[in-house]
């Protein structure tokens, strides 16, 4: 089957897991101040950026305001879906460095299955979001360094861009990420223009916060 397929189904199985298992409303502690701000678009906390996650709370309020649940649930469930999605990068991530399919589903559902990944992927939080982001970013590096195509490395910068927007962890990777690419630079493997492309396509990204 094409990648495509296997990423969707490994999708699939990680979302069903999470929403069987998703808290049905309010909870408590920093996931419970999430659904507040989700509830009331919250999106200025001065002095306190850290804790802003724009990106999160716009999507969750709207998918709150569509009237079919709460938005306390809202708030849980693109926690889940987002979760999911990182599970199903690892799958494609893994697939692409091994070639190989169980392997791949192995270390994508040990990730699903991990306390902490399962705990704040049923709740409301910004972890599952930052992940997906930061895994989708990963993918599109693999893809240049498989084509060398720029477009790639723009995307790249796009997704970390959008990662912070969720949560600042999503930039330890990318922060590595630049570093090698100044290397390349200097090696004249990457052009500057790429270089300041994927910076550019990053502040894209990241506009929202």
């Not at 992927?121 to 997906?132: C, E, F, I, L, S």
């Not at 989708?136 to 240049?144: M, P």
């Amino acid at each position: 089957m094409p990648q495509k397929v296997h990423w969707v189904l490994v999708f699939i199985v990680a979302l069903a897991l999470y929403i069987i298992t998703l808290a049905p409303d309010v909870t408590w502690q920093d996931q419970g101040e999430y659904q507040v701000h989700v509830t009331h678009c919250t999106l200025n906390r001065p002095g306190d950026v850290v804790r802003v996650h724009p990106l999160y709370i716009i999507l969750s309020h709207y998918l709150g305001r569509l009237g079919v649940f709460s938005f306390a649930y809202a708030a849980n469930l693109v926690s889940a879906i987002f979760t999911a999605v990182t599970v199903a990068n690892i799958y494609l991530l893994m697939f692409r460095l091994l070639g190989r399919i169980w392997p791949s589903v192995l270390s994508a559902f040990t990730f699903a299955l991990a306390h902490s990944v399962w705990f704040v992927g049923v709740q409301a939080q910004t972890y599952g979001m930052a992940n997906a982001a930061m895994t989708t970013g990963l993918l599109f590096v693999l893809a240049y360094q498989k084509s060398s195509k720029t477009q790639y490395l723009l995307w790249m910068g796009f997704a970390f861009g959008l990662g912070i927007s969720v949560h600042m962890m999503s930039q330890i990777a990318f922060a590595v990420i630049m570093v090698w690419l100044a290397i390349c630079c200097v090696k004249r493997n990457v052009s500057i223009g790429a270089f300041l492309g994927a910076i550019i396509f990053w502040a894209a990204g990241a506009s929202l916060l």
